[in-house]
């Protein structure tokens, strides 16, 4: 059965993030404290990064279960975009991305204090890149550049379980249709099934916020409906555990969020070497 | 479905044990600190449903604090119905524990959190590694895992997950189990199974078992077998062991199909008897339901033939020598005096001095020269000597002492050639010992290169495979889709042409609809607008400069037209005439709603053809795929079989001439032994003839007391 492959550290596999980093990504999208989309994208890798490094965290410290790429593209050009010490590196073991954060920033939160009332904390927040926006938006290029790195990975780790290509843009490519660059990853594979091509969309036209549709009709606008349309399939499992948190899922669900948290893709992987009973 | 089925993740239980005194509701751990990581942050340590926390409480207590990531149907339930059947057992294994159903807070919400006991130990595989080559820490710790496993039989408890991660190694050597999430005991006897456990630790026959008392009855015999096999073979933990694998010596591959396994092949091939016996048990357990295994028996011993790679101990003398050392001398033989002999010695004074006399007489008839004289004196007195010798061998005690003399002295070089015949054998036991130590290494080096390659190679066969068949199964769905999407648009077509048969029954007249008169329903019709059905909508065109806007109506063809006299207000009348009638038309129960099952069948039938064809083109590629598979398998097989046999029987002749080898040096060693103690007996005796000798004879001979 495809998608079943253990990801472990004699079987690892491999994601790869890529986030638009153009001019567009600056403008601001609503919300209760405007933020640009640059911003909410950087804080959406940072999580992610953080998600995956306790994900594979063990006695020992964190197993090299991923190795993880940050692809930035923007500025018509497409390369890592890693801070601090990781700058310039594409596939980094998930042990090294742990260690070295760009920096820690401390960030102040309202948190409740169970009686009702709420008092403010402060909790760190591990930072590996920073927001950027300029320039154009090369996104064929970049998923050309993923395509790359996962068909060396491939040809190392034939067995993997699929790796994993993130993109996080406002989807507004202007090097050509970025649909046909996706269907290539796409048609690679492991072993153990065809790449897995999933789209974060933060937008600013409005509409409410839609994770893992399974039709693009309530999407507001030919953006969403593109990178709904090249987004893969979830594999069943992952859409098992989206059921269990609450969505509602069919065979046609996708790998698609608009405007909403994409942190549950990690959730929904199964590390280690546990046959979920949802399989 | 229980009310909260979403949990936090992992980092956002980091972020929420920042602030202990917030996110705990048990005062005691509100005082906790968490331990850190090397960023600063609460330390975690993550499985698949939840993530550990170790923090320490203001009192100093350690606990192990459980946060969960996912759901856990009837999680308290289970773990109250654990905690009161493990109350009632003494078991050294298990670990304390409580559940708070409301312990933690995450974002305003409450969740539950296990606190356990610090348990201070190892994980499994670490401990392994730790101990590899000592025979008896493994093979002991297997005994406790033995027990472990039949007092949670007797019991009546299934762990439900036993593997690795969650067998931990206290440093006393106690093991230690943790992890009860899926703990079966007999008051949740008819639930179901939260998980099916590690895959590297399961049958088959996992997926179908319930959740009853025999869950671990695989992953016991294999756990089990694991550690005897690497306390009786090291090297086994480098050629099947995948480094940083999360399985012990086997995989779920392994157990799925046992006849291409080379790993299971080794194991059952294997030279040391309880391995490969065990092992073929193993294998034959994994093709069986859980419910038809017995219990885990453990062995008694285990029995290793002497391993030519092991250096015999060396410590102390060794047993022939020491039995050598101790042993007391024998009294020494009485002392053997020389004989009085008087013949003897009374002819021997006389030839002496017979051969004065002729000597004497000799120089004075010769009346030589000096030197001559010179010569004859000297002759005379050799002839003294030699004479004198000559009666001294005639002595019995001579002959004797002369016997033994020879005999030690033939002892004592045998002595010298054994010792230096065993230094030879031990130098050659020492030089094939080093040589058994690197072939065997050797082997297991290439086993690994050997099993490395292969799964490559297959890997590399199932991504081709996969790349191959992935675009039909993608192509099958599609051809799903669009029959589908073609049922739905004939479908749709069956409704428009229902709502426009219906829709042509209300004829526009003048009145009908307010402030459209009769000249307006005129220039309607002048335009083919008659009825509901004749159009579909109303546009406003946008002015352009200078110009005003137009209201169009839009007919049914697309088209759309400026009728005269209809403006804004009309034409919004218009489209609610339409509107109200089209609602009806679609409440309406003779709308159809599926299509007429002969339509259906068609088109099923057209996307069948399609379907079938693209079906057949996959099932031919995966036959021609598993057929080639299955070759490339059994050549992996056969390499692996080869390997593994050339190995055995390499250590098998290694072990037949080391003990060859090692029974020569014993031999040799008693030879040597038993010739040092005649060397010294025969020492002794002679010493007992110390005073038989030329010497004393001749004092005799010159200044003994004559008597007759
Ligand atoms: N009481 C304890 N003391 C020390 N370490 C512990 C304790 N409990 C758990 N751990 C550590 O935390 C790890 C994960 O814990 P646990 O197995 O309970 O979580 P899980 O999510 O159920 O994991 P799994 O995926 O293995 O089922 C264990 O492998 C062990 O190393």
Known sequence: MPYSAEISRSNPTCFVFLVDQSASMSDSIGGETPNSKAAVVSDAINRLLTELSVKCAKEEGVRDYFHVAVVGYGHNNVGSAYGGALAGRDLVPLSQIAENPARVEQRSKKVPDGAGGLVETTVTFPVWMDPVSNGGTPMRQAIEYAHHLVDKWLSEHPACFPPIVLNLTDGEANDGDPVVPAAAIQSLASADGPVLLFNLHVSDAGGSPVTFPDADAGLPDAYARTLFGMSSALPSHMRAYAAQEGFTVSEGTRGFVYNADITSVVQFLDIGTRASDLR | ?708
């Open chain 2, 1 to 708: 479905m229980t009310a909260v089925t979403r949990f936090p993740t992992g980092g956002q239980y980091v972020d929420a044990l920042q602030n202990p005194r917030l996110c705990f509701r048990d005062p005691e751990l509100q005082t906790a600190r968490p331990q850190a990581d090397s960023l600063g942050r609460p330390k975690a340590i993550s499985g698949n449903f939840a993530s550990v926390f170790s923090v320490t409480t203001a009192a100093g207590q350690r606990y192990a604090i459980k946060c969960f990531t996912r759901n856990i149907p009837d999680q308290e339930k289970r773990y109250r119905a654990v905690s009161d059947h493990l109350r009632r057992l003494p078991h050294r294994w298990k670990i304390g524990f409580d559940y708070q159903p409301a312990g933690i807070m995450v974002a305003g919400q409450t969740y539950p959190i296990l606190r356990m006991e610090w348990v201070e130990a190892v994980g499994l595989i670490r401990w392994i590694e730790d101990h590899l080559g000592d025979r008896d820490a493994l093979f002991t710790l297997a005994g406790h895992f033995a027990d472990l496993t039949n007092d949670l039989a007797r019991a009546g408890i299934a762990h439900g997950d036993l593997q690795h991660g969650n067998l931990l190694v206290a440093s006393d050597g106690a093991l230690k189990l943790v992890d009860y999430d899926g703990m079966y005991v007999p008051a949740l006897a008819g639930m179901a199974a939260t998980e099916h456990g590690h895959r590297h630790y399961q049958s088959p026959g996992r997926a179908n078992a319930g959740f009853g008392p025999d869950l671990d009855r695989f992953s016991n015999w294999l756990i089990y077998f694991s550690l005897v096999a690497i306390s009786a073979d090291a090297t086994l933990w480098h050629t099947l062991h995948e480094p940083g694998g999360e399985h012990l010596l086997l995989t779920d591959a392994d157990f799925a199909d046992i006849s291409t396994s080379t790993r299971m092949a080794a194991l059952m091939r294997h030279h040391v008897e309880d391995i490969s016996q065990l092992a073929t048990q193993v294998a034959d357990l994994a093709t069986r339901p859980l419910s038809a295994l017995p219990n885990l028996v453990p062995l008694q011993e285990i029995n290793v033939p002497a391993p030519s790679t092991q250096a015999p101990t060396q410590t102390g003398l060794p047993q022939w020598m020491s039995s050598h050392v101790q042993k007391a001398s024998p009294p020494p033989p009485a002392l053997v005096p020389l004989g009085d002999h008087h013949q003897l010695v009374r002819w021997t004074r006389i030839t002496i001095l017979g051969l004065w006399i002729a000597t004497a007489l000799t120089l004075m008839v010769v009346a030589a020269t000096d030197m001559v004289a010179g010569a004859t004196t000297l002759l005379g007195l050799a002839l003294a000597l030699l004479a004198s010798r000559a009666f001294y061998a005639f002595l019995p005690e001579h002959k004797v002492r002369k016997t033994i003399a020879d005999q030690h002295h033939q002892a004592h070089r045998q002595t010298a050639l054994a010792a230096k015949t065993t230094a030879i054998l031990e130098k050659e036991r020492d030089r094939r010992q080093g040589d058994d130590a690197r072939h065997a290494q050797a082997d297991a080096q290439s086993m690994q290169a050997l099993r490395q390659r292969q799964r490559h190679e297959l890997d590399a066969f199932d991504r081709a495979t996969t790349t191959q068949v992935s675009p039909l199964n993608a192509l099958i769905v599609s051809v799903s889709a669009k029959q589908r999407e073609e049922i739905n648009e004939a479908l749709a077509l069956l409704q428009q042409q229902y709502v426009t048969t219906y829709l042509k029954r209300f004829v526009l007249r003048s009145g009908l609809i307010t402030g459209i008169g009769e000249g307006t329903v005129a220039s309607l019709r002048a335009h083919g607008i008659t009825t509901p059905a004749d159009f579909r909508d109303v546009v406003y065109t946008a002015g352009g400069y200078g110009q005003r806007s137009e209201v169009h109506i839009v007919l049914t063809s697309g088209r759309s037209v400026h009728v005269h006299g209809v403006g804004e207000t009309r034409a919004v009348a218009l489209r609610e005439w339409r509107r109200a009638h089209l609602d009806r038309a679609l409440r309406q129960p003779e709308l159809p709603i599926a299509l007429p099952q002969t339509m259906l069948q068609q088109i099923e039938a057209r996307y069948a053809t399609e379907r079938q064809r693209v079906e057949a083109q996959r099932e031919a590629l995966q036959r021609d795929r598993t057929s080639h598979r299955t070759a490339l398998t059994q050549k992996h097989t056969q390499e692996m079989k080869q390997l593994t046999d050339t190995h055995n029987r390499r250590v098998q002749s290694a072990t037949v001439a080391a003990q060859d080898i090692i029974r020569r040096i014993s031999e040799e060693r008693t030879r040597h032994q038993a010739l040092i103690r005649k060397e010294q007996d025969l020492l002794r005796e002679l010493q007992a003839y110390r005073h038989v000798s030329y010497g004393r004879f001749m004092r005799r001979v010159l200044f003994g007391k004559v008597r007759a």
